[in-house]
């Protein structure tokens, strides 16, 4: 199922990709988003840096899940303005009636960005641990509102590899009676892989990501990816090792001028 590209991933009509792999599948994507994904994919982008840059690119993330959680409708509404009357779609759902998961760890920078969106809604926990060798995901802990059943569920998790750990977290949430339509799942960098999987194996689960990449290398890594996006915001490994850039402890102006070439064009 995979396809490697000679194009940049970030230069390729991704919602064609997408929609490929998965109907219901859709890419998000703007000038912002584009920069920020720039520098998160740079492998000299060090800890500060990228922390802030996925920080941004999440609440422009978040922001967009909020409001595709209402599935479109062709009709449009009159809207009474200061001036006039228009008519308009789209709209949000009750935040009250939303519970956003987080596939811990690196869920939790996605949620949180969601949390500051739309504070009222619920939070629930799920801790799927990967095994490094076989890339098999074991479920550890789940905690979710008791009406979450009844809710619509933003599901946050910055990768979409193999889809296991997705899956294991959907399952979890299909034994508490949630509707697989209920589920929309936001992720920053997806693969045809993860895609296709999720198609086949949880068909009406919606997916909004803001790339789709090339394919999963031999270790089930994403190609070209970004790295480990929990150990590179959290900075608890990969830049000792020399995998990427410098954690936030060594910055210095030093540091700063040689990520330029990642971050900016000045």
Aim: charged share 25%.
């Amino acid at each position: 199922v995979a396809r490697v590209r000679n194009t940049p991933a970030f230069f390729v009509p991704d919602d064609m990709m997408a929609e490929e792999f998965n109907p219901k599948a859709r890419v998000f994507r703007t000038r912002a988003t584009t920069a920020l994904l720039r520098i998160l994919r740079c492998k000299a982008t060090g800890q500060k840096e990228f922390a802030s840059a996925a920080d941004r690119l999440c609440t422009f993330l978040a922001e967009e899940a909020l409001a595709s959680l209402v599935e479109d409708v062709e009709e449009e509404e009159e809207v009474v303005t200061p001036c006039g009357v228009c008519r308009t779609g789209g709209r949000y759902a009750d935040e009250r009636g939303v519970v956003v998961v987080d596939v811990m760890r690196s869920g939790a920078i996605l949620m949180e960005a969601v949390r500051r969106l739309a504070p009222s809604a619920m939070t629930a926990k799920i801790l799927i641990q990967r095994d490094e060798s076989t890339a098999l995901p074991t479920l550890l802990y789940a905690k979710l509102p008791p009406t979450v059943a009844a809710c619509r569920v933003l599901l946050c998790d910055p990768m979409l590899a193999t889809g296991g750990s997705s899956l294991a977290a959907i399952d979890v949430l299909r034994r508490a009676g949630v509707a697989e339509s209920n589920v929309f799942f936001a992720n920053v960098v997806s693969c045809p892989e993860g895609l296709a999987r999720l198609a086949k194996e949880a068909p009406d689960v919606r997916i909004l990501t803001t790339a789709v990449d090339d394919r999963l290398d031999h270790r089930k890594f994403i190609v070209p990816g970004l790295g480990d996006f929990g150990d590179r915001y959290f900075g608890t490994a990969g830049y000792e090792e020399g995998l990427w850039g410098k954690p936030e402890s060594e910055s210095s102006s030093k540091n700063d001028d040689d990520n330029t070439t990642c971050k900016s064009e000045n």
